[in-house]
């Protein structure tokens, strides 16, 4: 497995391997769906030379009913491979937005087996600010082999988060923000119950990076905020959010400081909202 801090790189780091034959760039980008922007159209207006783009939505099991969930390992080779992401390439992902998606693609090469893959720390908005070049050249990749091979450990479902509340095995970091987690405010989307899973902890993800920068703190401030909102680091966490995105990047904080034992709840609040049998405290 890679050194830790490898599943983070920066603008300098990337900048000197751009044209490196075995480094491939990512654009994650996503955008909730009251923030009025498409991830798509923005990627074809401005992107990092060479990028290829990875819609979350439709890289996802689009029968699930729930948005932009895991997908079958047949689907995402499928997708990967005609992106030109295969196996023995270095894999980094940046994103438009704070920390909106680039994470949650990166845990998704995780799920399916590949390890070589990191996260661009600041994305496309501070590599813009340091005045480096960008493109809007469409991007024609080659196909290359994916051996997807899935790590289940690494996601949870309704079950076992309904089962956990009374085990208490694994801590529940609910990372939206305090207001949607104490039911203070609506949800986002439609139809949504109000709330949080009973026993969950709330994190905000916004607190892990500088608003101004969208750079990741340091691990001694990311160790103090987790410490704060009551995280035992040496017991397993899962990580939830309103879609399963913005958690991951919770897990990719948390994999930063060390921490293994982790997962995602694919479904998160888009799924336990919605679902009238599944206990909620607000």
Known sequence: MA???????STDWLAERLNA???????GSWHLPDAGRDGRQEYSECHLPGAVFFDIDDIAD?????????????????RVRKLGLGDGGRIVVYDSGNWMAAARVWWMFRVFGHE???VLDGGLEKWRAEGRSTSDAPVMPRDRHFTARKNTFLLRDA????????????QVIDVRSAARF???????????????????????YAALFDGETRVLYDMETLGRTFADAGVDLGRPV????GSGVTACVTALALHLLGHRDIAVY?????EWGSRDDLPIES
């Open 3 to 9: 050194d830790p801090i490898d599943a983070l790189v």
């Open 182 to 204: 104490d039911s203070t405010a609506p949800e986002p989307r439609p139809g949504l119950r109000s709330g949080h899973i009973p026993g969950s902890l709330n994190l905000p």
């Open 116 to 118: 070589d893959v990191s």
């Open 21 to 27: 034959p075995d480094v491939r760039i990512v654009d």
């Open 266 to 270: 694919d479904g998160s609040w888009s």
């Open 62 to 78: 689009n029968d699930s009913g729930l948005p932009h969930t895991m997908p079958s390992p047949e689907k995402f080779s499928n």
């Open 159 to 170: 079950d076992q988060l309904l089962a956990n509340i009374d085990s208490g095995r694994e």
């Open 238 to 241: 899962v990580t939830s959010c």
